[in-house]
């Protein structure tokens, strides 16, 4: 079993940056798989980003690659997801999920201002 909580979410203006951080409990963490999705209103759930077991490989989506670095920290169980340069479609509930056994947190809301 596997908890996870995001934070760091908040309201932000077009141009800045926003770190958000998925802490997690249970004992796969380290061994699994990380990933970041998003949903805007009206939107179906999307990826953003993805880091492997030991952080060595990552995938981003297109609309965010070079803009958000996603990284992990197993010391800490915990994974990030820096975002800079953000935009007002970037602007939706953020959920952190565990490919292994595909656990998922409650989300935590950006918002990014015009």
């Known amino acids: 079993q596997v908890q996870l909580v995001e934070s760091g979410g908040g309201l932000v203006q077009a141009g800045g940056s926003l770190r958000l951080s998925c802490a997690a409990s249970?004992?796969?963490?380290?061994?699994?798989?990380m990933r970041w999705f998003r949903q805007a209103p009206g939107k179906e759930r999307e990826f953003v980003a993805r880091?492997?077991?030991?952080?060595?490989?990552?995938q981003y989506a297109m609309s965010v690659k070079g803009r958000f670095t996603i990284f992990r920290n197993n010391a800490k169980n915990t994974v990030y997801l820096q975002m800079n340069s953000l935009k007002p479609e970037d602007t939706a509930v953020y959920y952190c999920?565990?490919?292994?056994?595909?656990?998922w947190g409650q989300g935590t809301q950006v918002t990014v201002s015009s």
């Open positions: 999920n565990a490919a292994e056994g595909n656990y």
């Open positions: 249970g004992r796969t963490f380290s061994s699994s798989a």
């Open positions: 880091v492997s077991w030991s952080g060595s490989s990552l």
